[in-house]
């Protein structure tokens, strides 16, 4: 039995699992199964207590790789930091990214995750050219956009239940170095970010920012708009070496991120972006996509009790919603130690359970106090589910099964996919 935790560090849960060294490895049948990539989504769609967890971290090679076409063919547990190494000296960066470059293709395509970038280049899954899917009954099936194409949609944002993904070909993106061009600016309240994303949407590929969801008055709202393009020129730049980054050693005190230290944490780095950031920069692609990267174990700083986190999306046309929780974060005293808004745009992915909609996007970590930080998170629910809104599955650890239903009604349509041999904690709370 081996611990296997998610990353927002909940209790640790001593499970079976097995590790294939080979992509040809039958899979084990006598109880319940999930794939496992590298532990970094937040909830439970990454844990089967039930059952046995298929860890897929020994499956890290590249099975075919075309320079000249940028068209990558790899096994499922390589990790992004990985594949960068070999991708970027060729000139060829992963099309889509999360904010850790430490997940694996084959989670990256089983949350359909997503970037910085979604309003031009949509979702992880719009890239996957094919992938190979093991099934229960022993059937490998190459499901593309033009074969099998059902078992496609189903298995992109699938949360792993549609069978085991062996390799995954995607269509890496052509870049001319690995720095990247950067503008940074403030912003005070949610109609300024709003303005600055229409702005930026044809001019820069890449855009993020960072929202004080504790400061209230003249304050409310403010925060640090990031935008970026890949530099067209290898600049020299302070590069951090892959794997390396200042280490959490042990976890902290569950006293240590109350609202007096939250507060003091978005005050600082408010000040410290307004007075020293602000304007162009070249940035080393690492700092830009990965800045928190360079933490090692940065859950640590929640606490033995982990965190929370609540990843959410508004429709364009309900974007009131947004004023009204951080309206409802601020009231509660329970500030996000760390809260990162996105606009996403038009763009559909082929996943049939993604997540994304056109509209802001926000994600918050609130430290668990218990009973008090649940409470906050149901009255979020509520804003989110009258907004015509989505939770993300991949960060959450307490959506209800009637929740789940309201914000994927395609569940209906999904689950005639699943592998009946595949489950998980996160689906067997959500389909009761």
């Known amino acids: 039995m081996s611990a296997y935790r998610s990353w927002a560090y909940r209790p640790a849960q001593r499970q079976a699992a097995v590790r294939p060294t080979w992509r040809e490895a039958s899979l084990p049948s006598s109880q319940p199964i999930l794939p496992f990539g590298n532990g970094r989504s937040y909830g439970d769609s990454c844990l089967n207590s039930a059952g046995v967890l298929i860890d897929s971290r020994s499956l890290d090679h590249v099975i075919e790789f075309n ?23 060729a000139g060829w960066f992963v099309p889509v990214t999360p904010g850790t470059s430490y997940v694996t293709l084959g989670g990256a395509l089983a949350n359909d995750v997503h970037g910085k970038n979604h309003h031009r280049d949509g979702c992880f899954g719009n890239h996957v050219c094919a992938f190979e899917l093991c099934r ?29 993904v062996s390799w995954v ?38 855009s993020v920012a960072w929202l004080d969801c504790v400061s209230s008055g003249k304050n409310f709202g403010r925060g640090i708009f990031i935008q970026a393009n890949h530099s067209s020129q290898h600049v020299p730049v302070a590069e951090r070496p892959a794997s390396s980054g200042l280490p959490v050693p042990v976890d902290f005190p569950g006293w240590a991120l109350n609202s007096v230290t939250v507060k003091a944490f978005n005050e600082l780095y408010f000040h410290k972006h307004r007075l020293m950031s602000l304007g162009d920069s070249i940035q080393d692609f690492r700092s830009y996509f990965y800045p928190l990267d360079s933490l090692q174990h940065w859950n640590r700083i929640y606490g033995s009790g982990g965190f929370y986190q609540y990843q959410f999306v508004v429709p364009t046309v309900n974007t009131e919603a947004l004023t009204e929780i951080l309206n409802r974060i601020v009231d509660s005293g329970q500030g996000s130690f760390l809260a990162v808004l996105k606009q996403f745009g038009a763009v559909r992915s082929p996943g049939l359970m993604s997540f994304p909609m056109e509209g802001p996007c926000l994600a918050l970590d609130f430290p668990n106090k218990g ?31 009637a929740a789940f239903k309201q914000y994927f009604p395609q569940v209906d349509e999904f689950v005639h996919h699943i592998d009946p041999a595949f489950s998980s904690d996160f689906w067997r709370r959500v389909s009761d």
């Open 169 to 206: 070909e995607i269509q890496l993106l052509s870049v001319e170095s690995s720095t990247m061009d950067v503008n940074t600016s403030v912003f005070y309240g949610l109609e300024e970010f709003m303005a600055l994303s229409a702005q930026s949407h044809d001019s820069h590929q890449y």
């Open 67 to 89: 320079r000249e076409t940028g068209r990558i063919r790899c096994e499922s547990g390589l990790l992004l930091d990985a594949l960068h190494r070999i991708t970027l000296p």
């Open 136 to 164: 229960s009954d022993g059937s490998r099936i190459v499901c593309s956009p033009s074969s099998n194409e059902l078992l496609f949609s189903a298995t992109i944002g699938g949360l792993g239940l549609t069978g085991f």
């Open 371 to 401: 009973r008090k930080t649940l409470q906050l998170m149901d009255e979020l629910d509520a804003i989110v589910t009258a907004a015509h809104g989505c939770v993300y599955p991949a960060k959450d650890n307490r959506m209800s099964a």
